[in-house]
């Protein structure tokens, strides 16, 4: 069963799965599929050319698959794509992609993006975030899963934020942040790891303390950016070697960092 408000408005071309609700005064556009037991709030405008999975809930006035906001944009055929179990609050933007980059923009699974939130075109959001109120998200940003944005955080264009990192209110991030990185400031400065939100995620001691060696030969050593990246692969190395314990976790932990760092395109927050 669905369940559409008689004040919806849903277009012939879209697709609802079992169990979508849709409230009152709700604008489901052309080209559109909702998953089964996504709730669409009222007054929630879906545009179209947007896929979303199941098991979301969007709350009122939140703003769907609009055109990006790119003046190059000419009225090409773009995409946005939104995983499961999402939370979307009130008055969020999510904007579709641009055939100048990837053409989608994407949204991960279990992401929840607090009010007046903007993704741009052409963003690519992992799962497991958390965006607080008022973040923004310029064009071509990629987002790992577990990140933190706290409230009225800004993020230039073509930014990376690297898995667990975590922003403080009101940052503004201009470079990349590293994976496990705290930042906070205007512009955004490290201020060591999440400690608190990689155990909150079960991550033990000893890779905690894995992961903040890192972080003191990435900002505290003196050495180059690839000369760090040469350090953490070496480390890397050692523990898969070791193979005891929580070594071949710890690895994994340091393969994520170094292969952000190789991909570093604004360089990295200092």
């Not at 050495?223 to 953490?232: M, R």
């Not at 071949?248 to 932990?253: K, M, Y």
Request: charged share 20%; hydrophobic share 40%; glycine share 12%.
């Amino acid at each position: 069963m669905t369940g559409v408000h008689p004040s919806a408005f849903v277009d012939p071309g879209a697709h609802l799965d079992e169990g979508v609700e849709i409230g009152p005064c709700a604008v489901i556009g052309p080209k559109v599929r909702i998953g089964a037991r996504t709730r669409i709030g009222a007054h929630v405008v879906v545009h179209c050319n947007t896929t979303i999975g199941a098991d979301n809930r969007i709350f009122p006035f939140a703003s769907i698959g609009a055109d990006p906001q790119d003046k190059k944009y000419a009225g090409e055929e773009t995409w946005l794509e939104i995983g499961d179990g999402n939370t979307i609050r009130e008055c969020v933007t999510l904007n579709r992609g641009t055939v100048q980059d990837r053409t989608v923009t994407r949204i991960g699974d279990d992401n929840w993006i607090m009010a007046y939130v903007h993704v741009a075109h052409d963003c690519v959001v992992g799962s497991h975030t958390i965006f607080a109120n008022s973040t923004n998200l310029g064009g071509h940003v990629e987002v790992g899963d577990w990140a933190f944005l706290g409230g009225a955080s800004q993020v230039h264009q073509f930014c990376k934020i690297g898995a667990h990192a975590m922003t403080a209110t009101g940052t503004v991030v201009l470079h990349d942040i590293p994976p496990y990185v705290t930042v906070s400031g205007n512009t955004a400065a490290a201020h060591g790891i999440n400690t608190e939100g990689l155990r909150r995620r079960g991550f033990s001691a000893e890779r905690i303390e894995t992961i903040r060696r890192a972080y003191r030969t990435l900002y505290r050593s003196g050495l180059t950016l690839q000369q760090a990246i040469a350090a953490l692969c070496e480390r890397q190395g050692e523990l898969e070697r070791d193979a005891a314990g929580e070594a071949p976790a710890a690895a994994l932990d340091l393969a994520l960092l170094a292969g952000f760092l190789e991909r570093v395109s604004r360089g990295i927050v200092r």
